[in-house]
């Protein structure tokens, strides 16, 4: 009985992963407002997109947790992003900082 539980519940673990740590992002917001992309053409699914509202096809820089298995972010805030011509913004879901 007791054998069955412990594995319940490892499994109930294994299954909701624990964001450690918030990054910081840069990326265009898209049209619609429901996702990042990236400079490279990554696009980012926004868990909660009602944060992107005023920011529809703009550059913004978002600090935010990101679930790299599924593709999503979610944000937890924003701002506009400065437009400097040489500034290159990327993030990649294969970059060392993803896979924690």
């Not at 990327?90 to 970059?95: L, N, S, V």
């Amino acid at each position: 009985m007791l054998a069955a539980m412990g594995t319940a519940q490892e499994k109930a673990t294994a299954a909701k992963p624990v964001p450690l740590k918030p990054l910081t992002l840069s990326a265009k917001v898209s049209g619609d407002g429901k996702s990042l992309i990236t400079d490279l053409d990554s696009e980012w699914i926004v868990s909660n997109p009602s944060s992107l509202d005023r920011y529809k096809a703009q550059l913004v820089s978002v600090h935010c947790y990101v679930d790299a298995v599924r593709g999503r972010i979610e944000i937890l805030s924003v701002k506009a992003a400065q437009k400097d011509p040489q500034l290159r913004i990327a993030a990649q879901r294969q970059d060392s900082a993803f896979r924690r």
